[in-house]
């Protein structure tokens, strides 16, 4: 399974876009990307998921570069309810592999 | 569709007690799991099932035993509890597809304490 890293937290403002980078050097070929969000007592939600390039849904995009090592989640203008933990996941099918998480603070 | 559901939502045990965490899905799906998150931590993986009559290991799986004999439904036991095993326990579930590959769907978790 391959690892990811990615910050402990982040800070922001309302209004804000927020980028949340994750490094997974040893992504294999046939790996997906996958964000998750989860709030305080909560199970984790997915947020999106993408192979190569570009995806975008209603909630964020993800941006991921020709070699796959790395990925970013953005948050469009973000408001108090996007503070949550933010989850990077890569490959996995049946075993996913949860770090510890980005969590993201978004103040007025 | 509920979704997946989890019961109970809060347990209090005594050392050595046993218990059984419930879970079921309404979606159908083959694949169902069980997840414990710690303070400060990330989900790790206890147990979990590719369909009925399978099961596996995750990663944190002594303590606890699984077994699956509907798609709809994937208990959690607890034979002996320790205190160590004070958690929340999510179960989850997904389908999946070479799109969705790690699409899964988190239950609302429950919160168990051993004393």
């Known amino acids: 399974l391959a690892k990811t890293t990615q910050p402990i937290s982040m800070d922001s403002y309302e209004g804000q876009e927020v980028n949340i980078t994750c490094s997974h050097n040893n992504i294999a070929t046939n790996d997906y990307i996958t964000w998750y969000q989860q709030f305080p007592s909560q199970g984790p939600r997915f947020i999106i998921q993408g192979y190569k390039t570009k995806v975008t849904n209603e909630v964020a995009s993800l941006f991921i570069p020709a070699d796959r090592k790395s990925s970013t989640l953005s948050l469009p203008r973000v408001s108090l309810s996007d503070t949550a933990v933010y989850y990077c996941l890569v490959g996995g099918g049946n075993k996913l592999t949860f770090g510890t998480g980005t969590q993201l603070k978004v103040e007025l | 569709n509920a979704g997946v559901t989890q019961t109970p939502k809060f347990q209090v045990l005594k050392t050595g007690q046993s218990m059984t965490l419930q879970c079921a899905q309404d979606m159908n799906h083959e694949y169902m799991s069980w997840y414990r998150q710690d303070p400060g931590m990330g989900l790790r993986l206890i147990h979990y099932s590719v369909g009925a009559g399978i099961t596996d290991q995750g990663e944190v799986p002594n303590g606890y035993n699984v077994s699956r004999s509907t798609t709809e439904d994937f208990p959690l036991r607890l034979l002996s509890a320790a205190p160590s095993q004070t958690s929340v326990y999510f179960c989850?579930?997904?389908?999946?597809?070479?799109?969705?590959?790690?699409?899964?769907?988190f239950g609302p978790g429950t919160r168990l304490t051993v004393l």
């Open positions: 989850a579930s997904s389908q999946p597809t070479r799109k969705a590959y790690n699409e899964q769907f």
